[in-house]
Structures are given as structure tokens and as C-alpha cells.
């Protein structure tokens, strides 16, 4: 196979149109961020805030591989409405614990975009006065049409500003079970813009 026929791999999951992140790029990454990470909160012990549902696929594979004294509580916030794939506005449908206070506190999420899912969390965190407060996201969109955003502390993967599924990602709640992350075939869905 020539080099340029390696790097176009077609997908071979049909819901797919393309693939962004292969499944072992994603195994090879979530490897290394657990390696960041048990070293960054080495001889402490972590509470993970994971964002419900997208994230659920990537913490379960990064905190295997985290040797640390660990907790997981859940929140869950609704961005997006049915086949909407811009953010609308953030909302708990699971709001964070109340009891936080002096807890070494790690936010976990699928993906980073407009960054408002994230500020929403750590101002509800924040209030709850955790000992730290740090962010840790599989992917984070290029999002060049917006003004700066604070940004997070542990990034994936960088990818273009396309709506993504797969390894957690749904649209309209399907294909958070794809293993690769791509983008939709649109065949299968008209996609809203
Ligand atoms: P933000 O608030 O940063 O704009 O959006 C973050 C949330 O929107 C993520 O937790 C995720 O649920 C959802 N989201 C953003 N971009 C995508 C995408 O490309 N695909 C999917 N499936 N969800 C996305
Ligand atoms: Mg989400």
C-alpha cells in the first residue's frame, strides 16, 4: 500500500464517512494522559467529575490505567437539544456533588468546543470550594470562528471544527459504541447544521 493510500484509510464502519481518531490512536493516547495524570496528582488522591454521557467510554478506559487512589461522581449536562450539532445553552440535568470541599477535583469530558459546557462546570465546582480543580478532555474542536477561550489542562487530540461520533460521542443519542471516532455518514442522518 502506498504511503498516501495509508493515511486515507476509508472507513470500515459503515456509519462512518471518515475517520478522525482511530481506535489505537485513542488506546495509544489514553495511555500517555494516565500517565500525566497519575504523575500530576502522584501521592494524592483524585475525585473525577465526569461528564455524563459522552465521557463515560474515555474514563472508563483512562482511570484502568491510573494507579491513584480515585473516586468517580458523575454530572450531566445538556448542550445539545435532538439533532442540533451546535451547542445550545448549558444546563444540569445532574448537577455536581455538594460535598467537594478540599477534594483534589479532576473534570472529565468527551470533547471541548465552544468551552461552555466546561465554564458552567467549574463555577458549580468551584462553589463547593475544592482543594484544586483541573480539566481533562478527549478531544478538543478548532474552533477559529470564536473569540479565545480559557482553554483546559490535559487535551487528547486536537481536531478540526466537524461534528464527531464514536467512542462515547452520540448524535441524537446513537453510535456512542462506535470504536473509532469520525465523522457521521450523512446518508444515514441529515445533519443539522
Ligand atoms: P461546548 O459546551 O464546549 O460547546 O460543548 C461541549 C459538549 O458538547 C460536549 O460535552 C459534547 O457533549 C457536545 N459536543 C460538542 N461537539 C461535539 C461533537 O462534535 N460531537 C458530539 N457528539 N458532541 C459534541
Ligand atoms: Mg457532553
Redesign the pocket.
Known amino acids: 500500500m502506498s504511503e498516501k493510500n495509508k493515511q486515507i484509510q476509508p472507513s470500515a464502519i459503515p456509519e462512518l464517512a471518515s475517520v478522525l481518531v482511530t481506535r489505537q490512536q485513542i488506546a495509544e493516547r489514553v495511555a500517555q494522559l494516565a500517565q500525566e495524570l497519575a504523575e500530576f496528582y502522584q501521592g494524592r488522591e483524585v475525585t473525577i467529575v465526569q461528564?455524563l454521557t459522552?465521557a463515560l467510554i474515555f474514563v472508563a478506559d483512562l482511570v484502568r490505567q491510573m494507579p491513584l487512589p480515585l473516586r468517580i461522581e458523575s454530572v450531566s449536562?445538556s448542550?445539545?437539544r435532538g439533532t442540533n450539532?451546535r451547542?445550545c445553552q448549558?444546563r444540569f440535568r445532574l448537577p455536581p456533588p455538594e460535598d467537594l470541599s478540599g477534594r483534589d477535583v479532576l473534570i472529565v469530558?468527551?470533547?471541548?468546543?465552544?468551552?461552555?459546557?466546561?465554564a458552567v462546570l467549574i463555577d458549580a465546582i468551584n462553589q463547593t470550594r475544592p482543594a484544586s480543580l483541573r480539566q481533562c478532555v478527549l478531544l478538543q474542536?478548532d474552533r477559529p470562528d470564536l473569540p479565545a477561550r480559557p482553554g483546559v489542562d490535559f487535551v487528547g487530540f486536537d481536531i478540526p471544527d466537524?461534528?464527531?461520533?464514536g467512542y462515547g460521542?452520540?448524535?441524537d443519542g446513537l453510535y456512542r459504541n462506535l470504536p473509532d471516532i469520525g465523522v457521521l455518514n450523512k446518508e444515514l442522518h441529515e445533519v443539522q447544521p
Open positions: 461528564v459522552g449536562v448542550s445539545y450539532t451547542p448549558a469530558d468527551d470533547i471541548y468546543d465552544s468551552g461552555q459546557t466546561m474542536k466537524e461534528f464527531v461520533v460521542l452520540d448524535y
